[in-house]
């Protein structure tokens, strides 16, 4: 069973930072996508950035430039860098994980963690 739990959320000014941690219980040697999701309230669960075992990425346009993903695959970690963020970032971010390749679409995760929220003030 994949289990992941989320920790760095809270909250920042306009152009501050955040770093989130996605503690992922997963099958070693296996191929995994393990991506970040957030959702703003009254809209739906969207697509920020995913990572495969293979160490390719995708990005959301919204948070190119900006945000960085990466894996610590000593500890298990899934890292979310978040930097000159913004108020539309503001959110409930998710970590997810699926077996194969990384998918935009929400849908398609079977593994979340509960959230942790980032609020970002202008």
């Known amino acids: 069973q994949v289990q992941l739990v989320e920790s760095g959320g809270g909250s920042v000014q306009a152009g501050g930072s955040l770093r989130l941690s996605c503690a992922a219980s997963?099958?070693?040697?296996?191929?995994?996508?393990l991506a970040w999701f957030r959702q703003a309230p009254g809209k739906e669960r969207e697509w920020v950035v995913g990572?495969?075992?293979?160490?390719?990425?995708h990005y959301a346009d919204s948070v190119k430039g900006r945000f960085t993903i990466s894996y610590d695959n000593t500890q298990n970690i899934l890292y979310l860098q978040m930097n000159n963020l913004s108020p539309e970032d503001t959110a409930m971010y998710y970590c997810?994980?699926?077996?194969?390749?990384?998918?935009?679409?929400?849908?398609?995760?079977?593994?979340w963690g509960q959230g942790t929220q980032v609020t970002v003030s202008s």
């Open positions: 990572l495969t075992t293979a160490d390719n990425t």
């Open positions: 997810a994980a699926r077996v194969g390749f990384c998918d935009i679409s929400s849908a398609r995760y079977p593994y």
């Open positions: 997963i099958y070693p040697g296996g191929r995994y996508c």
